[in-house]
């Protein structure tokens, strides 16, 4: 059997009303499929898609979601009904019936922070389908993440706006790929989801998040020239020949933990909405993307995590300093 045939095949199932209120509620922010859409092309291929609530109240967001191919599936407010149980209700019959009639399907996605939707969830593992949970945090209920297989939050998804401005040619879906971090960034996702990490299969994971992707317009003859010259840029290490591994380099990371050392050892501990203007006055070129991360928030927890700063403070008041000790890495 061909290795893409082994690949995850993905329905998702968006409690639109729950994440539209919690990301506005809790984020300060419509919410955006974009980056959700992201995340499960970099874990399968994506064939079903459908969002639930009563669509009068959430006009504005239509356009959004059937750019991303998401059928909108209308829960219309009932006199003396719930409308929030229609829809629950809507969801779990649709998605107990999918798994049932078609096989192949090996994921289910449920997004939702509403743990009355947990006999879904645990039906559907019953029937021996992977699944993936995506809420809003604060939104979450707790008894919801443990009962899935993997649960990811939406606040952690979220680009943040100063990291990649968007363009009117973003908004209406035109390619991504003129900037070669869309490459490192799906590279750091599917090495997270699957492990070793094919060339073949990162071409595939690109395409399935930019359909137009194209190396030839980035320059490149074909995309083992690509990945030779990210190699040459220090962004990728490549193993064997023909499909070879790729991997995130480590030696790139280190020099950025050197740079981060470095700063703060000269400046002293530095305002946290300021540390990605200061990192790039020490290094223009530094682009949290090309090592992999989807914003300059996970790149900081990630640091944080590995011991190279420390945080402190509250809110908008976080600096930014160096670990009283680092640790062993």
Same mark, same amino acid.
């Given at each position: 059997?061909?290795? =893409? ?42 064939? =079903? ?18 750019? =991303? ?20 209700? @809507? ?15 090996? /994921? ?52 943040? +706006? ?5 363009? @009117?040619?973003?908004?209406?879906? +035109?390619? @991504? ?8 960034? /799906? ?28 190396? +030839? ?47 703060? @050892? ?10 990605? /203007? ?36 509250? +809110? ?14």
């Amino acid at each position: 059997m061909a290795t =893409h045939e082994l690949e995850p095949r993905i329905a998702v199932f968006l409690d639109y009303e729950n994440l539209a209120i919690g990301a506005k509620d809790n984020l300060g922010a419509p919410f955006d499929f974009g980056p959700v859409a992201d995340a499960l092309a970099e874990r399968g291929r994506v064939i =079903h898609r459908k969002a639930y609530a009563d669509w009068s109240y959430f006009d504005s967001d239509r356009r959004m979601l059937t750019r =991303h191919q998401v059928e909108l599936v209308d829960i219309p407010q009932k006199m003396g009904g719930s409308r929030k149980n229609a829809a629950d209700i @809507k969801m779990a019959i649709d998605a107990i019936e999918l798994a049932l009639d078609r096989e192949y399907l090996t /994921t289910f996605v449920i997004c939702t922070g509403d743990s009355d939707l947990s006999p879904l969830v645990q039906k559907l593992r019953e029937l021996d389908r992977q699944v993936i949970g995506v809420g809003v945090r604060q939104s979450t209920s707790k008894l919801l993440p443990p009962a899935c297989d993997e649960f990811m939050f939406y606040d952690n998804l979220v680009s943040d +706006a100063e990291d990649e401005p968007k363009t @009117k040619d973003k908004e209406d879906g +035109a390619s @991504k790929g003129s900037d070669l971090s869309l490459v490192t960034s /799906t590279l750091a996702g599917l090495s997270a989801s699957s492990g070793t990490v094919r060339s073949s299969s990162l071409k595939r994971a690109l395409l399935r998040k930019d359909p137009t992707f194209s190396e +030839a317009e980035l320059g490149f003859r074909n995309f083992g020239a690509l990945l030779a010259s990210l190699a040459d840029r220090g962004l990728v290490e490549l193993s064997g020949k023909g499909d070879p591994e790729v991997a995130l380099s480590g030696a790139n990371g280190a020099q950025v933990d050197e740079l981060l050392a470095t700063l703060l @050892k000269d400046e002293g501990p530095i305002p946290l909405s300021g540390l990605k /203007t200061a990192l790039r006055k020490r290094d223009p070129d530094f682009s949290e993307r090309n090592l992999g991360y989807r914003n300059f928030g996970s790149f900081v927890t990630a640091a944080e995590a590995r011991g190279v700063i420390a945080i402190s403070g509250k +809110a908008d008041g976080r600096m930014v300093k160096a670990p009283s000790k680092r640790r062993r890495r």
